[in-house]
């Protein structure tokens, strides 16, 4: 049984809450920032989970494809899905693509659960075409969210944060082909912060504006696939 199996069917269930709402929210404006989508592009999500991102590709006009390696998450991601995405269980470093056959590729929250972060961006480097991007965000390990997961995780065996491995923006970078080439930090809210809704942005807009690791629960990387990096 995979890790987020027996999570799949509450799964989304805090992103229903304010405060879920909030942190899905600013994690998608950073990530749609970098991810920079084009109409047209194929697309793919690695771990995509219950399909939230990978609908978001599909929603926004790309040929979009979800890869997880729960089956149950998978399960819960067709049913809000038509035929117009492909869904796969796979392993994520062990992906069943050509080479170069995506322009996009997306992955948050996700290295933290795997035994192999590298090899996963190494499989994201190898079916991305010359020109491609991989966008990957994570829990700031160093802030209040990082902080609340790792306690959960220590005191709760059960909980899927257990199995967790969080990341500093230097740990993170170092996954890559080389050093990426944008990074945007943001979740400046920490999670007994939160308040209401126009109070969170304001808080966390004004925090945003120094641009620093320190305290981001959440920061994202890009990394570009071009000539130079094609031996990788």
């Known amino acids: 049984m995979a890790l987020f199996d027996d999570k ?6 805090f992103c229903e809450t304010p405060l879920g709402h909030f942190v899905s929210e600013v994690e998608h404006r950073i990530l749609a920032s970098l991810a920079a989508p084009k109409y047209g592009e194929k697309a ?16 926004t006009g790309l040929h979009a494809t979800g890869v997880d390696i729960s089956r149950g998450m998978l399960e819960v991601a067709r049913r809000k899905s038509s035929n117009d995405v ?3 269980e796979a392993n994520l470093t062990q992906l069943p693509f050509p080479d170069e056959s995506f322009d996009l590729a997306i992955s948050n929250v996700v290295l933290e659960f795997v035994p192999e972060p590298r090899g996963v961006v190494q499989e994201a480097y190898r079916i991305l075409k010359p020109g491609g991007r991989l966008v990957v965000g994570f829990i700031g390990k160093n802030s209040p969210w ?40 943001g979740l400046y809210v920490g999670p007994h912060e939160f308040s209401n809704d126009l109070t969170a ?26 000539d130079t990096t094609k031996n990788w």
Request: aromatic letters at 18%; hydrophobic letters at 35%.
């Open 86 to 88: 492909l869904f796969v």
């Open 201 to 226: 942005w304001q808080v966390e807009n004004t925090r945003r504006a120094e641009k620093h690791e320190q305290g981001a629960g959440f920061f994202a990387l890009r990394w570009d696939k071009d």
């Open 44 to 59: 793919i999500d690695l771990g995509c989970g219950t399909g939230a991102y990978t609908m978001w590709l599909r929603d």
């Open 8 to 13: 799949a069917r509450t799964y989304d269930t």
């Open 146 to 185: 990082g902080a609340k997961y790792t306690l959960r995780g220590n005191e709760d065996s059960t909980s899927v944060y257990h199995y967790a491995r969080f990341f500093s923006y230097a740990e993170a970078a170092s996954l890559g082909w080389r050093q990426p080439n944008l990074v945007e930090f």
